[in-house]
């Protein structure tokens, strides 16, 4: 079984920064691209950012060149360091991966979510 357990959330001031972290652990063959998504309740759940097992990034537009997404392989781990924070990026942040539990059996699967709270 695979896990996803994201860390790093919070209450931030506007302005202010914010790391997310997901470490992947379980039995498996690889992980492959990971990435970022952020859900309100009034909004459908939407892609923030991604990594490729290369590091080819993609960012959502409301987030580039404020948000950065990184990953180590070797701690299969992805990070995302979150700057001038706006009101707008207040959300529950999920983890995602596409896991090969075994060479090529790809698998989609999420975090439990990461509060991300902006307000003065």
């Known amino acids: 079984q695979v896990q996803l357990v994201e860390s790093g959330g919070g209450l931030v001031q506007p302005g202010g920064s914010l790391r997310l972290s997901c470490a992947a652990s379980g039995s498996f063959f690889s992980i492959d691209a990971m990435g970022w998504y952020r859900q309100t309740p009034r909004k459908p759940r939407e892609l923030v950012a991604a990594?490729?097992?290369?590091?080819?990034?993609g960012y959502a537009t409301s987030v580039k060149g404020r948000f950065t997404i990184s990953r180590d392989n070797a701690k299969n781990t992805v990070y995302l360091q979150m700057n001038s924070l706006m009101p707008e990026d207040t959300a529950v942040y999920y983890c995602?991966?596409?896991?090969?539990?075994?060479?090529?059996?790809?698998?989609?699967?999420w975090g439990p979510g990461t509060q991300v709270t902006v307000s003065s």
């Open positions: 990594i490729s097992t290369g590091g080819t990034t």
């Open positions: 995602n991966a596409k896991v090969e539990v075994v060479r090529g059996d790809q698998r989609n699967y």
